[in-house]
């Protein structure tokens, strides 16, 4: 067969039922194979950073490998933020590039790109395969090293003439990548170390990210939370991990998180990290960070150890068998309430520290589509949410409940705009049955719009609910606040383009919301119409994201909602 041929058949043998991408020059030879026939469903995006978000979003909705296709030059160009997307949100992710022919590479032939050059420092790994004989070899190590240890993006870059050649295929059973050896189990005695800090402790806390969803390993973190009765923080990236329902939830912490879950964190005397990076978006200023805390830190990647916040207990290993080691460790060393004060102390913070914003001033607010949101779905356990960058993301994460791992998707370290409608389509990809909901932003929005089509025509339905409030809304408020109210370049409108003609455009259902009034009737319709669909919600402009810690401020340096200040810009 040939080695387009040998490409379709080894995705076929890893168990891939979809991929995503767009063809062109390069790459031609593997879609006509795909037109000879394959049991691979191809999902035709729009723009290739579409297709690469499709990916993510389908891997991190079923906890599989993402597959993204595109030809050489500027389509593997496109690829490049989906790929650094990935590559700091650890998502298995296999892109697979046509490249000019081998006799060209080197010449600046047309459409030749260094793809594998490009993505040196943004991949686990990458191979441009020269024999067509390397083929199936290659492809079974990319899915190796892309779904284990640490989960990321690799790629795959065949000229177009390896796609062309002849090979006997044979499918390794075994992959052989000598340098490869991610741990495989974690340290028993530090693991015991570990067990006798959070033992000792009064105020224990698990301060969890995504490592967790990637390591499948939730269930063993809710029993180990709920043998030792101690509160969890979630991520961004972990957000679902643990049920946000659950009494030990407490919250999530970070730049916007509430005031309340970031005095647990900060006021705990054991941090238990787990699959988490203590990234800046959490920590603040570093060396006000909890500075009385003694910290276990539990990672896959022996990389993120002590690399932001000294491990006064490193443990490196898969976070599966670790967590459910850890619980035995602790169940061994009876803790009968020994966290109950420290656990009243958290619910009192709660109540004194709540989420709050002004109802005034005749406009409808976003944080109010979120909580219409959030009562319109509850009790099912079939939506899926993810989102775009910016406000409306940090509004989701704060009024949207999650309770399973892998419902809730969205951006994290690269903070991608544009990320939240293929997410989207790769998500309803992966999970046909759920319903797939798509909060995002006008700026975001008009970033991958054009992928409402791949939606459409795909049948892949999507509810996209846009809190519009006619600006890029995160850079006003931060123009706002520390640039003395110099508002530069940031005016979007809420009318152009009109959102829900241009969803009709593209055969979706379009629906516009200017009241609150009109809100949970337009939202109910779109979630219940089976079609994809784009809801309009025009929101107050002048709304800012509260709680918020300033950059580099430390993390007890919260800055809440004040009535007063609403009260100043109504009356401006």
């Known amino acids: 067969m040939t080695g387009a041929d040998a490409i379709l058949r080894a995705l076929e043998a890893e168990g891939v039922e979809v991929v995503f991408g767009l063809p062109g020059g390069s790459i031609l030879p593997l879609y006509d194979a795909m037109a000879r026939g394959t049991t691979v469903r191809h999902v035709l995006a729009r723009h290739e950073q579409g297709a690469g978000h499709m990916a993510e979003g389908y891997a991190r909705a079923s906890g599989r490998v993402g597959v993204a296709i595109a030809t050489s030059g500027p389509g593997a160009t496109n690829l490049v933020t989906p790929i650094a997307d990935a590559w700091m949100d650890s998502t298995p992710l296999v892109c697979i590039t046509g490249q000019v022919r081998s006799s060209l590479i080197g010449t600046d032939a047309f459409q030749e790109c260094d793809i594998t050059g490009i993505t040196i420092p943004i991949v686990k790994h990458s191979w441009l395969v020269q024999d067509v004989e390397e083929l199936p070899h290659v492809l079974k190590a990319a899915f190796h090293v892309a779904r284990t240890g640490r989960c990321g993006p690799v790629l795959v870059d065949v000229p177009r003439d390896v796609q062309e050649a002849e090979l006997d295929f044979s499918y390794p059973d075994e992959v052989s990548l000598p340098g490869w050896k991610p741990p495989r189990r974690g340290n028993s005695r530090q693991i015991a170390a570990a067990a006798q800090a959070v033992a000792a402790a009064e105020r224990p806390i698990l301060y969890v990210g995504g490592g967790v969803v990637n390591a499948d390993a939730t269930a063993e973190l809710r029993a180990l939370a709920e043998t030792a009765r101690i509160p969890v923080v979630t991520t961004l990236m972990a957000k679902g991990a643990f049920p946000e329902s659950h009494e030990l939830h407490a919250g999530s912490p970070g730049m916007h998180g509430p005031k ?262 337009a939202l109910a319709e779109a979630l219940a119409c089976g079609r994809t669909a784009v809801v309009d919600c025009r929101v107050d402009p002048r709304e800012h994201c509260f709680p918020m810690i300033p950059a580099g401020a430390a993390a007890l340096d919260v800055i809440e909602y004040a009535p007063e200040r609403d009260a100043e810009a109504l009356a401006l």
């Not at 850890?326 to 060393?333: I, K, P």
């Not at 606040?481 to 009709?504: C, G, K, N, W």
């Open 260 to 521: 309340w879950s970031n005095w647990a964190l900060n006021k705990a005397d054991v941090i238990v990290a787990v699959g988490a990076r203590f990234d800046d978006r959490v920590t603040g200023k570093v060396s006000a960070f909890a500075p009385g805390a003694l910290v276990v830190h539990l990672d896959i990647d022996a990389a993120e150890i002590s690399k932001i916040r000294h491990a006064d207990v490193p443990v490196v290993g898969p976070l599966k068998p670790v967590l459910a080691e850890l619980a035995r460790e602790l169940g061994a060393r009876a803790l009968p309430g020994r966290t109950d004060a420290w656990l009243a102390q958290i619910a009192q913070w709660r109540e004194q520290f709540p989420l709050r914003y002004g109802r005034d001033g005749g406009q409808l607010k976003p944080q109010r589509v979120l909580e219409t949101l959030r009562d319109l779905t509850a009790g099912r356990d079939d939506v899926v949410w993810t989102t775009g960058v910016g406000q409306h993301q940090m509004w989701a994460m704060q009024y949207l409940e999650c309770d399973r791992p892998r419902s809730f998707i969205t951006s994290g370290g690269l903070g991608t705009m544009g990320y939240g409608v293929p997410a989207a389509i790769g998500a309803k990809a992966a999970r046909p049955d759920a319903t797939v909901v798509c909060v995002d932003g006008d700026g975001c929005f008009q970033m991958t719009s054009q992928e409402l089509a791949t939606a459409v025509l795909e049948e892949l339905p999507i509810v996209v609910v846009i809190v519009n409030n006619g600006y890029l809304g995160m850079v006003r408020q931060w123009q706002d606040m520390f640039f003395e109210e110099r508002f530069s370049q940031i005016h979007l409108t809420h009318a152009v383009p009109d959102y829900a003609q241009l969803a009709r455009a593209y055969g979706a259902v379009g629906l516009t919301v200017e009241s609150e009034e009109e809100l949970e009737g």
